[in-house]
Nanobody, 120 residues
Framework: QVQLVESGGGLVQPGGSLRLSCAAS????????MGWYRQAPGKERDLVAT???????NYADSVKGRFTISRDNANKMVTLQMNTLKPEDTAVYYC??????????????WGQGTQVTVSS
């Protein structure tokens, strides 16, 4: 099995910053794309940012210039630095990874989610 464990999140005022981290563990042969999605109450889960194995990022238009995604391949981690946060960034944030396991089966995996609340 493969597990994704997130850390970070919490309550922050508008204009503030937060950092989310996610570590992958388990029967991992290799990891392809990693990233973050978010889901606000009553809405669908949407892309925030993804990053390839080579470090090429892709961002949702709503977070470009404010959020930065990075990854540490050696430690199987992905991080999302969120700056200039807005109330509309409030959501549950989910870590994502496309993983090939030791049985050579490739699947998408998700973390349990971490709440980010931007409010004064």
């Amino acid at each position: 099995q493969v597990q994704l464990v997130e850390s970070g999140g919490g309550l922050v005022q508008p204009g503030g910053s937060l950092r989310l981290s996610c570590a992958a563990s388990g029967r991992i042969l290799s990891i392809n794309d990693m990233g973050w999605y978010r889901q606000a109450p009553g809405k669908e889960r949407d892309l925030v940012a993804t990053i390839t194995t080579r470090g090429n990022p892709n961002y949702a238009d709503s977070v470009k210039g404010r959020f930065t995604i990075s990854r540490d391949n050696a430690n199987k981690m992905v991080t999302l630095q969120m700056n200039t946060l807005k109330p509309e960034d409030t959501a549950v944030y989910y870590c994502y990874a496309n993983v090939r396991d030791t049985s050579w089966i490739t699947n998408d995996y998700w973390g349990q989610g971490t709440q980010v609340t931007v409010s004064s």
